[in-house]
């Protein structure tokens, strides 16, 4: 049986998760409980929330938590454009980022259509 490692998105997840936390680091210091924080916990929220997913026996719970990744993906869109409208992300850090932010977001859309369509075949 496969694991929440095998999924791409889930690793996808993860890359953006460590680049979050390289570009974060350059963030001022009197952020690291505002804005810093905020983008680390939203980023680490999506690969947990794809994981945590992948372990639940009901495909409702499936479909539960790859919501809430999907959410914190908006979420972190948010953050990171508000971060670039304060000069603490480069031009090519805000692109690069939001790139991957939304192919993460719509891999999980897609994976959550797959999941309702076997469901509805089901």
Do not use: C
């Amino acid at each position: 049986m496969a694991t929440h490692k095998d999924l791409i998105v889930w690793q996808k997840a993860i890359q953006f998760v460590l680049l979050v936390y390289r570009y974060t680091q350059s963030f001022p210091k009197e952020e690291i409980y505002g804005i810093t924080g905020q983008m680390r916990r939203a980023a680490v929220s999506i690969p947990s929330n794809i994981a945590e997913a992948h372990g639940r026996y009901s495909e409702k719970e499936l479909l539960h938590f790859l919501h809430i990744a999907i959410a914190s993906s908006a979420e972190l869109e948010t953050q990171i454009l508000i971060s670039y409208q304060l000069q603490f992300l480069q031009e090519a850090e805000y692109k690069e980022l939001l790139s991957l932010n939304e192919e993460i977001t719509k891999m999980l859309a897609s994976l959550i259509r797959s999941k309702k369509n076997k469901n509805d075949k089901n």
